[in-house]
């Protein structure tokens, strides 16, 4: 009877994963079998392996290998000092709060602030720099990016720090390990799951990116995630806007389960 009771609450649950994770899925898949000309055909995936967008795929990959890197080495620091200091929930606080702001509100507010009129710019004029190109670089994304994602890389790092066993630092320091080899042997093994965790809530978003890619890089960044938008809301070529919506949940798939894998051999 108990396990009968618990398979009835499993239904809201899996009737709300049918609705909006598998069925989605499914009718992506559907419409990337059809051309501009609603005909069925598999040409959309010929097209993917052209230049034109292996490049495009190529690039994503750096910029969001490049956003999960920047993120890491930022907030690993982070959330090791987090762990030292008084009052961490409060600080940690302050870390999570801009990441219940409105995302759009946010980019607006940093071209407000790299733009060539802003407060950089003008405070670059002021110490006699002069006011520079700022906004629609490939800096700003990056950096833009980093500020938006690094909350979800120090949470997950923070976690794995604070559950680690202080006994073991003070062994491989009793047995004579410098600071740097009690890092490097310890501390950062036992913690690389919040860091594949830390690295998969970036990587995967980071991929497909582009709203922060539109507003803040302009037509400087094209990725997987500016070239969908244009297949769905530009060009009507709903087709191969879903072709590259395939290859992208196959691409966060792959990811989930490497780094699953990683863990649970681990």
């Known amino acids: 009877m108990q396990a009968k009771a618990r398979n009835i609450y499993l239904i809201p649950y899996m009737l709300w ?3 909006f994770v598998i069925a989605p899925i499914v009718l992506i898949v559907y419409y990337s079998m059809y051309d501009i000309d609603g005909v069925w055909t598999l040409a959309n995936y010929k097209r993917f392996f052209t230049p034109v967008y292996l490049r495009m795929t190529l690039r994503s990959f750096w910029y969001a290998i490049l956003i999960t890197g920047v993120s890491l080495i930022v907030a690993y620091p982070t959330a090791y000092l987090l762990t030292k200091t008084a009052h961490k929930e409060l600080w940690l606080l302050l870390i999570i709060l801009p990441s219940w702001i409105n995302l759009l ?5 940093f071209i407000g602030i790299l733009g060539l009129y802003g407060p950089i710019n003008s405070f670059l004029e ?12 490939d800096f700003s994304f990056i950096f833009v990016a980093v500020y938006i994602f690094i909350p ?3 949470l997950p790092i923070f976690n794995a720090l604070e559950e680690l066993n202080p006994s073991l630092v003070a062994a491989a320091r009793d047995l004579g390990a410098s600071p740097w080899a009690t890092f490097r042997r310890v501390i950062f ?9 830390g690295c998969r809530a970036v990587f995967i978003p980071a ?17 997987l995630g500016t070239a969908i938008e244009q297949h769905f809301l530009v060009t009507q070529d709903w087709g191969m806007g879903s072709t590259l919506a395939v290859f992208l949940i196959i691409v966060m798939g792959l990811t989930m389960f ?3 894998s990683g863990n649970r051999v681990r």
């Open 17 to 19: 994963i049918i609705m």
């Open 105 to 109: 509100l946010k980019v607006y507010a």
């Open 126 to 137: 002021l110490v006699g720099i002069g006011a520079k190109q700022i906004l629609f670089t």
């Open 152 to 154: 979800y890389m120090i």
């Open 189 to 197: 093994p036992l913690t690389m799951g919040g860091v594949k965790s």
């Open 207 to 223: 991929l497909s990116l582009f709203m922060i890619t539109r507003l803040i890089a302009g037509n400087r960044v094209i990725t």
């Open 258 to 260: 490497v780094t699953e």
